[in-house]
T-cell receptor, first 109, second 117 residues
């Protein structure tokens, strides 16, 4: 079966760095996505990785290792507004997105 | 990034009535759109995949006669919740697939909060 695993909840301190991990087992792979979802709002696109390595975009970076079925989202210089759920999703061989359950990130002052 | 709009943002209706939700891709053409439902503090649940000019593909357990999907153009898909009941109250979110760039990415609309009394 297809499976995406990520931690349910994480807590970090304002100004710090946090890494949210995602492991996956899917039928085929056409890219891995990270989305941010604030409570009561729809998800917003953060990043896309299809090749191994690190993609940096401002304070956010995303890493992919296809051989390990592993990705992480790295958030630097955390701000209170970064408190949200972070969703990992993999596009399978049918170009369908398989979603993780999301990681709720709590930022403390 | 690409922009997807959704209308209405929220709707309150009486039990037994039908509600139509529109999803539009504003600056790109989307041959494929997706409809999701999300209950409070739960994950996104894919309801159906909407392909322009053809019938939607529904996920297991989703009643196609209750959730009517029409994708009549490359920029518009509609979801009609027929004979709505209180248990249909949820956050409905659409996404549109943008394949025009170097990535194949889904962009989400802002969502529609449906409350059925």
């Amino acid at each position: 079966g297809q499976n995406i695993d990520q931690p349910t909840e994480m807590t970090a301190t304002e100004g710090a760095i946090v890494q949210i991990n995602c492991t996956y087992q899917t039928s085929g792979f056409n890219g891995l996505f990270w989305y941010q979802q604030h409570a009561g709002e729809a998800p917003t696109f953060l990043s896309y990785n299809v090749l191994d390595g690190l993609e940096e975009k401002g304070r956010f970076s995303s890493f992919l290792s296809r051989s390990k079925g592993y990705s992480y989202l790295l958030l630097k210089e955390l701000q209170m507004k970064d408190s949200a759920s972070y969703l990992c999703a993999v596009m399978d061989s049918n170009y369908q997105l398989i979603w993780g359950a999301g990681t709720k990130l709590i930022i403390k002052p | 990034g690409a922009v997807v709009s959704q209308h209405p943002s929220w709707v309150i209706c009486k039990s037994g009535t039908s509600v139509k939700i529109e999803c539009r891709s504003l600056d790109f053409q989307a041959t494929t759109m997706f409809w999701y439902r999300q209950f409070p503090k739960q994950s996104l649940m894919l309801m159906a995949t909407s392909n322009e000019g053809s019938k939607a593909t529904y996920e297991q357990g989703v009643e196609k006669d209750k959730f009517l999907i029409n994708h009549a153009s490359l920029t518009l898909s509609t979801l009609t919740v027929t004979s709505a009941h209180p248990e249909d109250s949820s956050f409905y979110i659409c996404s549109a697939r943008d394949t025009s760039g170097y990535t194949d990415t889904q962009y989400f609309g802002p969502g529609t909060r449906l409350t059925v009394l």
